[in-house]
């Protein structure tokens, strides 16, 4: 898959985090975090990791400044 079109997927799917069960937001994550992965971006790959062991604690603060920072990170992907 191209660069271009795997950050659109990335951040169409990060911006698909905003509703839904815990349970679907921490499978978006997870595919975000796989996809990172795949693209040798390891920093923000752990950094997804991160986000959702937050959400998964119940640290909505945190969840939320991580799933930000991806959003800006992986924009600049572009």
């Known amino acids: 898959m191209p660069t271009i079109p795997r950050v659109e997927f990335l951040l169409s799917t990060l911006n698909a985090t905003e509703l839904g069960t815990i349970d679907s ?3 978006k994550l997870r595919q975000v975090e796989e996809e ?3 693209m040798d971006q390891l920093e923000l790959a752990q950094r997804a990791a991160e986000s959702c062991a ?3 604690r ?3 603060a945190e969840f939320k400044r991580g799933r930000a ?3 800006s990170k992986i924009g600049h992907l572009r």
Request: glycine share 6%; charged share 25%; proline share 0%.
């Open 36 to 38: 990172l992965r795949e």
């Open 54 to 56: 937050a959400l998964l």
């Open 25 to 27: 937001i921490v499978e």
């Open 58 to 60: 119940g640290d909505l």
């Open 69 to 71: 920072f991806l959003q």
